[in-house]
C-alpha cells in the first residue's frame, strides 16, 4: 500500500501563536472561505397559524422552521432596500 505523506500543518492555535509573534501566517489561507458573521439569539413571538404556515412550508423545503424565517428574512429585506434604492435614485 502506498504511504502517503500529511504536511506538517500546524493547528489554528500555532498560526494565532504564529501572528502574536509577527510571523507572516499569510501562507495558511486561501482567501477562498466565506465570511461567517456572529449569531446573536433573539427571541420573537409569533401566532400560532403563522408558525403552523411556517412549519408547512419548513416540511416541504425540507428545512428547519428557523432556516425558513432567517430566509424569508432575508428577502425582506433584500426586497425593502431595493425599493429603497429604486425611490432614490
Known amino acids: 500500500m502506498k504511504e502517503t505523506h500529511k504536511k506538517n500543518i500546524p493547528s489554528a492555535d500555532e498560526i494565532a501563536d504564529m501572528a502574536d509573534r509577527g510571523e507572516d501566517v499569510s501562507r495558511f489561507f486561501s482567501n477562498n472561505g466565506k465570511m461567517k458573521y456572529p449569531v446573536q439569539r433573539v ?19 425540507n428545512l ?3 432556516a425558513v424565517i432567517v430566509s424569508y428574512l432575508r428577502h425582506a429585506l433584500d426586497q425593502h432596500y431595493m425599493a429603497q434604492k429604486y425611490r432614490y435614485s
Open 64 to 66: 428547519s422552521r428557523q
Open 43 to 61: 427571541s420573537v413571538d409569533f401566532p400560532a397559524d403563522m408558525l403552523r404556515e411556517l412549519d408547512d412550508i419548513a416540511s416541504g423545503l
